[in-house]
């Protein structure tokens, strides 16, 4: 402290500046977490995927495969909601069906080419779940303006692929196939692990079997409940029914 003309002034250390790019992660992190707490709709699920991954309106999610997209979408169809397909000019209508997708509610764009974006955009206005094959990386100011428009519609985008800031990455591993036999039989159903990560969260898992012989989705066993490690090994009887293919 020192006084000059009758102004007496103290003197504090220098407080090192904080990194801008850490303040900005704080704050996102801190709206995340005041977003999570609010009770937020979410989208009905097929039984076997309500245990593990619920879909909240308002975010966007990024899956490994089309048929993963389809087993999402196969919720909320079956519980009377709109959905679109955009970019999947390979869309299996018979295998989305037998998921439990209601074709006559669901809006296909196969072949959007550079207009996608805007298609997606126009979908989320009517639709309550979108599935997007986007065909080029994503830049996050587009992702940014596409999540608000998702909060204010109350809607959801399921990204074949990656996609920025997702809410959660939903990926299928471990695949078994079972009926090949020693190369005499035929396919009848897939064991799988569903994997869901949140961030750098440990990823939840459970084992399914998809598809099960009818074509539909199915939990695999009921001795492993939520966010439970599923054994990569299976036991030796297992092992013999069953063949990995592919």
């Known amino acids: 402290m020192f006084e000059h003309r ?9 407080e090192p500046q904080a990194d801008p790019r850490t303040e900005i992660d704080r704050l996102r992190e801190r709206m995340r977490r005041m977003e999570d707490g609010l009770a937020r709709p979410e989208l009905d699920a097929l039984p076997g995927l309500s245990q593990v991954i619920r879909l909240r309106v308002g975010g966007s999610y990024q899956v490994d495969s089309a048929s993963l997209a389809l087993a999402l979408m196969a919720g909320p169809s079956r519980g009377g909601a709109w959905c679109a397909a955009v970019g999947l000019s390979d869309f299996g209508a018979e295998a989305a069906a037998e998921l439990g997708v209601v074709l ?14 805007e298609a997606t955009a126009a979908l989320v206005d009517v639709a309550s779940l979108v599935l997007v094959r986007p065909p080029a990386r994503v830049p996050e100011a587009v992702a940014a303006k596409l999540s608000a428009r998702l909060r204010k519609r109350s809607a ?6 990656p996609w920025p800031r997702a809410e959660a990455s939903v990926s299928l591993a471990e695949p078994r196939w079972t009926g090949a036999g020693r190369g005499e039989g035929h396919l009848r ?5 569903l994997e869901v990560r949140r961030g750098s969260a440990p990823p939840r898992r459970t084992a399914l079997w998809f598809p099960e012989p009818d074509g539909s ?3 695999a066993s009921s001795r ?3 966010g439970e490690a599923v054994p ?3 036991s030796s009887r297992e092992r013999v029914e069953t063949r990995e293919v592919g």
């Open 217 to 219: 989705l199915a939990p």
């Open 156 to 161: 959801v985008l399921v990204s074949i692929g």
């Open 232 to 234: 990569s090994r299976w």
């Open 6 to 14: 009758g102004v007496t002034a103290a003197l504090h250390p220098t």
């Open 104 to 117: 006559e509610r669901t809006i296909l764009v196969p072949e959007p080419g550079e207009a996608w974006l």
């Open 224 to 226: 492993w409940s939520e």
């Open 189 to 193: 159903s897939r064991r799988v692990v």
